[in-house]
């Protein structure tokens, strides 16, 4: 599982960051960054709150990697 | 029979906490049925590009939904659209509809959001003759929208975030705008400093701000235009006015129903509602209870109401209970910038304003403070800053290690003196 994220949606709102610090970052520009686009299984609601919390949907959740 | 795990949750409001509700349920695992009712006929969307992107005719329609897919997507759960909510009985556990269908439930969310505050009308005219707009509305807005595109005058009554966003979205799209403020300064709930960066950047951008003008009435002409009478005797014409002056929670539906009414739904720090078996409210018409302020609160914004929707689902689900204590964190787009803010102000916090050098450019950032401690800050196009700042608060930061954390993202943290700011000089223009 990974996380898809559309760079021109994003609006800087930070909400992702705020759910979860360990995936998401924000940088000088006020876009976000993904410090990790991979999402283990015990950090899957954790990651899945981050991208519904995102007013710009920018990002979501890719169940399969293969 | 209640409910540590609801069998039929049914929500009611199909807006952002609605729609997040019934999303997190499904995501937390809610196998049973869920209904989420919604008064407008469109399938749901966000509210927040109505007075930005979809005003500007940027983003359309499909692109400010709140659910993937058109009308005949599968969601995990049954859409009720087009039907208001009139009546609740918590005894009996069932909600009545517009045209008299009854749905039962073991849980309910309430969602009903809130609506925006209109001008009287003019004696004798209906004010549909009247070229006013409020923005909340996507059938309005649209109206809106098509009426600025023809770049004609604009009076913006109330001058809120929401008449704030309209009236620059108007002056970007050409039309000479005109902000019209009851308070003696422009943008005062947000505090001197602020309101005056606040109408330096309008001023700049070509709305002119009006402070102390309070509506008295508004007149049709016979173009189609509206004459704005001011209580001061001001009077000024437009060929549209847009009206931004509050909000009032849809609970008269409610009123039957003995629930806790007090603008707004009252629940306890789980946003649960007191006295009714599993009813909850989440979302602009919540009136929760703050353990950290120690009284009852509503606040109109969108992260607040998507944190109570995770929070509720949760708690339907798992049966787990934790306070609503929320970063308070909104965000606004005026003249291609963003303004976002984190914490609450008092009056008497210590104020002092900054200029950010960064190497993609200078930001602004206004940071409040109480006996040492950070209680808000507003930062203007800065989001990393303003990140660091909501990070720091919920961990009840120092102002001086949040002042030095920012100063760390740029290249100077140089003191602004917004006494002698082109910003100010601006406000007083
Ligand atoms: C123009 C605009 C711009 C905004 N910009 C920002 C911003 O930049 N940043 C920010 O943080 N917040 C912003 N907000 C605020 C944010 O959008 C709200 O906090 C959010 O929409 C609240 O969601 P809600 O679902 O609680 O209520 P609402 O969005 O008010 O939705 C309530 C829904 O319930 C429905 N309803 C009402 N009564 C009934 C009934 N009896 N039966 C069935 N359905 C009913 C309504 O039709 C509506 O669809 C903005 C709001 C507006 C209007
Ligand atoms: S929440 Fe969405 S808009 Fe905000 S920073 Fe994250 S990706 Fe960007």
Redesign the pocket.
């Given at each position: 599982m990974h996380i898809g994220l559309d760079l021109g949606k994003c609006q800087g709102y930070g909400n992702c960051v705020a759910a979860d610090e360990a995936h998401f970052d924000l940088d000088d520009s006020g876009l976000v960054v993904l410090l990790d686009d991979k999402v283990s299984e015990a950090d899957r609601e954790r990651v899945a709150a981050a991208v519904r919390s995102c007013?710009a949907d920018a990002l979501w959740l890719v169940e399969n990697d293969g | 029979m209640t409910a540590e795990r609801p069998e039929r949750v049914l929500v009611?409001?199909?807006?952002?906490?609605?729609?997040r509700t019934a999303q997190a349920l499904r995501a937390e695992g809610h196998t049973g049925e869920l209904t989420l009712?919604?008064?407008?006929p469109h399938l749901?969307y966000?509210?927040?590009?109505?007075?930005?992107e979809f005003l500007a005719g940027t983003r359309g329609a499909e692109d400010i939904r709140l659910l993937p897919g058109g009308p005949e997507a599968d969601h995990g759960f049954t859409l009720r659209l087009g039907?208001?909510?009139?009546a609740l009985d918590v005894e009996r556990r069932r909600v009545r509809?517009a045209d008299g269908e009854l749905l039962g439930y073991d849980a309910l969310v309430l969602?009903?959001?809130?609506?925006?505050r209109t001008l009287p009308a003019p004696v004798g005219k209906p004010v549909t003759e009247l070229p006013c707009f409020t923005?909340?509305?996507l059938s309005e807005?649209a109206e809106l929208a098509a009426r600025l595109a023809k770049k004609e005058p604009v009076i913006v009554v109330g001058g809120g975030?929401?008449g704030a966003?309209?009236a620059a979205t108007a002056a970007a799209l050409g039309c000479p705008t005109t902000l019209a403020e009851s308070g003696p300064a422009p943008f005062a709930a947000l505090g001197p400093e602020v309101g005056a960066l606040l109408a330096g950047l309008h001023a700049d951008h070509g709305v002119e701000v009006l402070a102390g003008a309070r509506v008295n009435r508004v007149e049709p002409l016979t173009d189609g235009w509206a004459l704005v009478r001011l209580d001061d005797g001001r009077c000024l014409e437009a060929a549209t006015v847009i009206v931004g002056i509050g909000?009032v929670p849809?609970t008269e539906?409610l009123e039957s129903s003995g629930l806790g009414l007090n603008d707004g739904v009252v629940t306890d720090e789980y946003c649960a509602v007191p006295g009714a078996d599993g009813v909850w409210a989440?979302?602009?018409?919540?009136r929760w209870y703050d353990r950290r302020t120690g009284g009852h609160r509503r606040?109109?914004?969108?992260?607040?109401?998507t944190e109570q929707a995770a929070l509720v689902a949760r708690a339907l689900v798992t049966g787990e209970r934790r306070p609503f204590d929320p970063v308070p964190?909104?965000?606004?787009?005026q003249h291609g910038v963003k303004l976002q803010m984190v914490g609450r102000r008092s009056a008497d916090d210590h104020v002092q304003a900054f200029t950010a050098t960064t190497p993609t450019g200078d930001r602004k950032v206004v940071l409040y403070s109480r006996d040492g401690r950070l209680t808000a800050a507003v930062t203007f196009g800065w989001p990393r800053g303003c990140m660091t700042a909501r990070q720091a608060w919920a961990k009840g930061a120092d102002i001086a290690d949040v002042t030095a954390r920012l100063a760390g993202l740029t290249t100077a943290l140089t003191p602004l003196d917004l006494s002698s700011s082109t910003y100010l000089e601006g406000n007083r223009a």
């Open positions: 007013p | 009611v409001g199909s807006s952002v906490a609605g729609v009712v919604g008064a407008e749901p966000d509210k927040p590009p109505l007075s930005k039907r208001a909510a009139v509809l969602a009903t959001g809130v609506r925006p923005v909340r509305e807005s975030f929401i966003e309209a909000c849809n539906w989440v979302g602009d018409v919540s606040v109109e914004h969108w992260t607040s109401a964190y909104l965000w606004s787009d």
